[in-house]
């Protein structure tokens, strides 16, 4: 089992400490939930997980090797993918090219078929081979840029915001692909406002507020934890 682990994570900007201390181990095979209320340091502590920002102190290991000080190119590389809320795919180019363009960056040419079938089918893509990424819609765009993210053969994946802008039907598709991938040994690292759909597929969950980690546990020990209902989920989760 691989394991992504945080220890005692600090982070200024301009003197002014936003994260205090974060503490976290996230395994692979696990979806894990990071909530807060607007301006907690989720978005922050992604961006410290992912390499595009460096720590200002602490440690960050995958499976205990120490990544602190190497960038997002390395981090992925190593099979730690960050999916960011604003469209990653390539735009101009179709469906099927996009998946065929990050399996090139990982694979041999006589390897590359028999993935992008397997992609393809696996993520329920071959009805949208042939259209241009950017005239999908947001739930489309989304699964494409988990398949393509699978491609790279992760074992951490960053998603921010995946519930965003998408109806209810699509939700349930992506919640249903983020279960597959954690049948596939992937971890899933989920950032969303919609603490409710965040909720139902996270084994476990950690709180963030103010810069510091104020519970952690299951999705029930956190919907009955009072500090959290009183700064988050009250106005959060119906």
Same mark, same amino acid.
């Given at each position: ?41 989720? /978005? ?23 990544? /602190? ?170």
């Amino acid at each position: 089992m691989k394991t992504l682990e945080l220890k005692n994570i600090k982070k200024s900007f301009k003197k002014k400490e936003i994260l205090h201390g974060i503490d976290l181990q996230i395994r692979s095979s696990e979806v894990f939930g990071l909530l807060g209320p607007n301006g907690a340091g989720k /978005t922050t502590l992604f961006s410290l997980i992912s390499g595009l920002e460096m720590t200002t102190s602490g440690k960050i290991f995958l499976d205990e090797y120490d990544i /602190t000080f190497k960038d997002i190119s390395f981090r992925a590389s190593k099979g730690i993918i960050y999916l960011p809320q604003e469209p990653s795919v390539f735009r101009k180019l179709s469906v099927a090219d996009n998946i065929k363009a990050a399996l090139q960056t990982k694979f041999k040419n006589i390897e590359i078929e028999d993935k992008y079938t397997s992609i393809m089918k696996e993520f329920d893509l071959f009805s949208l081979e042939k259209q241009i990424s950017e005239n999908l819609s947001g739930g489309q765009r989304r699964k494409l840029e988990i398949a393509r993210a699978f491609a790279l053969e992760p074992k951490f994946i960053l998603l921010d915001e995946p519930f965003a802008g998408i109806d209810p039907l699509t939700i349930n598709e992506i919640k249903n692909i983020i279960s597959k991938l954690r049948a596939k040994n992937v971890g899933v690292v989920i950032s969303d406002h919609n603490a409710q759909a965040t909720m139902d597929i996270c084994d476990n969950i950690s709180v963030i507020n103010n810069g510091e980690i104020i519970a952690s546990g299951n999705p029930s020990s956190i919907k009955e934890n009072n500090t959290v209902q009183q700064i988050y989920l009250g106005e959060n989760l119906t």
